[in-house]
């Protein structure tokens, strides 16, 4: 069956999708930037002053608890969009995730209403994580199963553009603050407004994802009646192969995004000599240069191929990581941007690819599914764990350059799941079992 054979799609709906697919991201990854920029202020808000080690610990604590729940709205939202729909989930998501976040904007003090304001803040963030493993499958698959097949590669990258606007905007967020309000006002009521400006935000991404219609392909899974009664069942018994070459590109992607634009800001001020403003200048015209890049080598990817640029960034990795991290520490501001710069771009060719990729080999039936749970379930393990390893391990070690060899070594996991990959461009998003009577199909068709 051509993919859009039945569908054809305006230039108008196109865009509308695209933004729909976007602004999620962009939300999730705000909220999850200006909680950990505003941490130090959210210890003092919520949790008892006499010890301020211990009111910080507590915070990344429970920053830590919504990443841990993360793999739980996967498996919740990604078989849920199998069965009932990418719009509808992406709805759901959306505004989970903007009641949460008005929801930490709004909590009193510890101050004010005692041991209730950490629980409520608990919840809160309970939420956020809920709905965050909801978000990232949602989205590619709504944005790959909008997205015109010649240029699927381009519309998917728009997905990270969104993550990489929120990361921008949060810095940009406590910029302004910080640079007009004291620091008495900012911990009195000025780290609100982040997030009660997240929540409108959220609701404007709800309004639009409300007026779009599902993806093409979903609506021929509908007509032809072969919507998965056990989409999760069927993901880990036929689809075994896929979801592990997934994990493997997404230990990749964690891995080098929170290392690239979280764990350095750390790095360089504690191993570098760099200044913390240096550290978070550095970092902002990182993502800046990956936002340009991540949807030109989306295009890329359009006309060479997913897997030689997936093949390339693991190699790359593998290659550059480690006489980066010597260009690094020559110190200076010049050598760090060098080299920050240089691990941003092979951070933004995987960003712009491997979304399109792996939503590409997941048959229609299970591909939000897929897509969630392979996503979420290294994202708990990998990315969240960043910090904590590297400094576990330079401190044990002593060598300085470990940071180098982790990027080594998920560039060497990454380059192995991409060699067994089947390159995927051009190809229909609905596979045989999609548009073909299943066992289950012809069951509903005799019971009826």
Same mark, same amino acid.
């Given at each position: 069956m051509s993919e859009r054979a039945a569908v054809s799609i305006e230039p108008s709906v196109l865009k509308r999708s695209i933004v729909a697919g976007a602004i999620g991201v962009l939300v999730h990854?705000?909220?999850?930037?200006?909680?950990?920029?505003?941490?130090?202020?959210?210890?003092?808000?919520?949790?008892?002053?006499?010890?301020?080690?211990?009111?910080l610990l507590s915070v990344f604590a429970v920053f830590a608890v919504s990443f841990a729940i993360r793999p739980l709205g996967a498996v919740v939202f990604g078989p849920l969009?199998?069965? *009932?729909?990418?719009?509808?989930? @992406?709805? !759901?998501?959306? #505004?989970?995730?903007?009641? $949460?976040?008005?929801?930490?904007?709004v909590v009193?003090?510890?101050?004010?209403?005692? *041991?209730?304001?950490?629980?409520? @803040?608990? !919840?809160?963030? #309970?939420?956020?994580?809920? $709905?965050?493993?909801?978000?990232?499958?949602?989205?590619?698959?709504?944005?790959?199963?909008?997205s015109p097949r010649k240029h699927r590669g381009f519309g998917v990258s728009w997905l990270e553009v969104g993550s990489l606007l929120g990361f921008?905007?949060?810095?940009?967020?406590?910029f302004v603050l910080t640079a007009t309000l004291s620091e008495e006002d900012v911990t009195a009521w000025g780290w609100r407004i982040p997030f009660l400006l997240a929540a409108p935000l959220g609701v404007i991404g709800?309004?639009?994802?409300?007026?779009?219609?599902?993806?093409?392909?979903?609506?021929?899974?509908?007509?032809?009646?072969?919507?998965?009664?056990?989409?999760?069942?069927?993901?880990?018994?036929?689809?075994?192969?896929?979801l592990t070459q997934m994990c493997g590109i997404e230990i990749m992607m964690h891995v080098t995004f929170y290392v690239v634009l979280v764990y350095l800001v750390t790095y360089q001020t504690q191993h570098i000599g760099l200044s913390e403003g240096g550290a978070a200048l550095a970092s902002t015209i990182t993502s800046i240069v990956a936002l340009v890049l991540v949807p030109?080598?989306?295009?890329?990817?359009d006309r060479v191929g997913r897997k030689p640029l997936l093949i390339g960034s693991g190699v790359a990795l593998v290659v550059a990581s480690y006489p980066l991290f010597l260009i690094m520490q020559a110190g200076g501001m010049a050598a760090v941007l060098v080299s920050q710069i240089g691990l941003g771009v092979i951070l933004a060719l995987i960003l712009g690819t491997h979304a399109v990729a792996m939503a590409e080999i997941f048959p229609t039936r299970v591909?939000?599914?897929?897509?969630?749970?392979?996503?979420?379930?290294?994202?708990?393990?990998?990315?969240?764990?960043?910090?904590?390893?590297?400094?576990?391990?330079?401190?044990?070690?002593?060598?300085?350059?470990?940071?180098?060899?982790?990027?080594?070594?998920?560039?060497?996991v990454g380059l192995a799941a991409a060699v067994t990959l089947k390159e995927t461009v051009g190809s229909s998003l609905l596979a045989d079992e999609d548009v073909s009577e299943t066992s289950e199909t012809v069951e509903k068709k005799t019971a009826g």
């Amino acid at each position: 069956m051509s993919e859009r054979a039945a569908v054809s799609i305006e230039p108008s709906v196109l865009k509308r999708s695209i933004v729909a697919g976007a602004i999620g991201v962009l939300v999730h990854w705000f909220d999850w930037a200006i909680y950990a920029y505003l941490a130090t202020t959210i210890a003092e808000v919520f949790f008892p002053a006499q010890d301020s080690t211990a009111s910080l610990l507590s915070v990344f604590a429970v920053f830590a608890v919504s990443f841990a729940i993360r793999p739980l709205g996967a498996v919740v939202f990604g078989p849920l969009g199998d069965r *009932i729909g990418r719009r509808k989930t @992406l709805s !759901i998501v959306i #505004l989970t995730m903007a009641g $949460a976040t008005l929801l930490v904007g709004v909590v009193p003090s510890y101050e004010s209403i005692g *041991i209730l304001a950490p629980i409520l @803040l608990v !919840i809160a963030r #309970l939420l956020q994580g809920l $709905a965050a493993g909801g978000e990232f499958g949602s989205a590619a698959t709504f944005l790959a199963e909008y997205s015109p097949r010649k240029h699927r590669g381009f519309g998917v990258s728009w997905l990270e553009v969104g993550s990489l606007l929120g990361f921008l905007a949060a810095s940009l967020a406590v910029f302004v603050l910080t640079a007009t309000l004291s620091e008495e006002d900012v911990t009195a009521w000025g780290w609100r407004i982040p997030f009660l400006l997240a929540a409108p935000l959220g609701v404007i991404g709800f309004y639009i994802r409300q007026k779009i219609e599902d993806t093409p392909e979903f609506r021929t899974l509908e007509e032809t009646d072969n919507l998965p009664d056990a989409p999760l069942k069927e993901l880990f018994t036929r689809n075994r192969r896929p979801l592990t070459q997934m994990c493997g590109i997404e230990i990749m992607m964690h891995v080098t995004f929170y290392v690239v634009l979280v764990y350095l800001v750390t790095y360089q001020t504690q191993h570098i000599g760099l200044s913390e403003g240096g550290a978070a200048l550095a970092s902002t015209i990182t993502s800046i240069v990956a936002l340009v890049l991540v949807p030109l080598f989306g295009a890329l990817s359009d006309r060479v191929g997913r897997k030689p640029l997936l093949i390339g960034s693991g190699v790359a990795l593998v290659v550059a990581s480690y006489p980066l991290f010597l260009i690094m520490q020559a110190g200076g501001m010049a050598a760090v941007l060098v080299s920050q710069i240089g691990l941003g771009v092979i951070l933004a060719l995987i960003l712009g690819t491997h979304a399109v990729a792996m939503a590409e080999i997941f048959p229609t039936r299970v591909r939000q599914g897929g897509l969630s749970i392979g996503y979420n379930f290294t994202a708990a393990l990998f990315a969240g764990t960043v910090p904590y390893v590297l400094t576990y391990l330079i401190a044990e070690t002593g060598v300085s350059l470990m940071p180098a060899f982790y990027l080594m070594l998920v560039g060497a996991v990454g380059l192995a799941a991409a060699v067994t990959l089947k390159e995927t461009v051009g190809s229909s998003l609905l596979a045989d079992e999609d548009v073909s009577e299943t066992s289950e199909t012809v069951e509903k068709k005799t019971a009826g």
